[in-house]
């Protein structure tokens, strides 16, 4: 059955969230790529998917960049089955040692990766309301993890990570009584998305397929884990 999708940060090309907006366009749904800013990294798949694909502009670090994203997509979808918050930000000093790093970054990677996903969540409610089972992957990272932590660094993206873990449980909790609605929180790998990543095993392409019908199987799951891994199995909180 075509499904209309929402994944918000897709304006980078060798990134997860571009690559999970072709994944979903290949299967024949409707998509709305969400971007920060303009960009012409779609004009090729516009020209391929010109019914399927819209490039809509929305900030998830601003609250009326995304209510006036949900204005341009619910003028053109009476409902949404899927949102992917994807988008993410680190602090600049993101690699620093946790004595170094400054904590002033940290309520910017809050605001961006755990705020922004409720942001989104909040304003799409009344289009995932109307989908007969909808599903919203927040798209994690074992650095939010708590019980699995080791590292000394990256403080920033983890602390905002084990946020957003936070928000997929209490809108799950929220979510108890509405049958159509489902949320989990996905570690979703270590992928080569970008120079940093040279040396990571996943492609996002490839990769993006795997978690797409990861996401399929798990969409009517409301008794199963919330977070999850990429091969599907349960992740300390
Ligand atoms: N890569 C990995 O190995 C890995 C591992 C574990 C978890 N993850 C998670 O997987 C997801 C995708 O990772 P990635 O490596 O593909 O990410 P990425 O290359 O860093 O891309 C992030 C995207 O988010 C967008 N973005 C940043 N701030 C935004 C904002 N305020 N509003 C809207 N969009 C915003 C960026 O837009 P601009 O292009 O405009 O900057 C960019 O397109 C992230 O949630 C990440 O934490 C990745």
């Known amino acids: 059955m075509m499904q209309n999708v929402l994944i918000t940060g897709t304006g980078r090309p060798q990134a997860l969230g571009h690559n999970l907006v072709r994944r979903y366009l290949e299967q024949g749904d409707r998509v709305f790529a969400c971007v920060r800013g303009e960009t012409d990294a779609f004009d090729a798949l516009l ?49 620093s040692h946790v004595m170094e790093a400054d904590p002033d970054y940290f309520a910017r990677s809050v605001n961006v990766d755990a705020a922004g996903p409720l942001r989104v969540i909040q304003a799409f409610y009344p289009l995932l309301k109307k989908s007969e089972a909808a599903l919203v992957v927040n798209i994690s990272s ?25 928000v997929t449980k209490t809108v799950f909790n929220a979510w108890k009584g509405e049958d ?5 929180c996905v570690h979703p790998g270590w992928m080569r998305t970008n120079e940093g990543n040279r040396e990571a095993p996943l492609i996002p392409y490839d ?17 199963g884990d919330l977070f999850i891994t990429y091969a599907g199995e349960a992740y300390p909180w």
Do not use: W
């Open 180 to 184: 159509n609605l489902n949320i989990l």
């Open 47 to 95: 020209r391929e998917y010109p019914e399927q694909l819209s490039v809509v502009v929305m900030d998830v670090g601003s609250t009326p960049s995304v209510r006036d994203a949900f204005g341009q997509v619910s003028a053109k979808a009476d409902h949404l089955d899927t949102i992917i918050n994807n988008a993410v930000t680190t602090a600049p000093d993101c690699q």
């Open 207 to 223: 990769h993006a397929e795997t978690l797409r019908r990861l996401f399929e199987a798990r969409r009517r799951v409301k008794d």
């Open 142 to 166: 074992e650095a939010g993890s708590i019980g699995a932590c080791y590292r000394t660094n990256m403080t920033d993206y983890a602390v905002a990570k084990a946020a957003l873990n936070m």
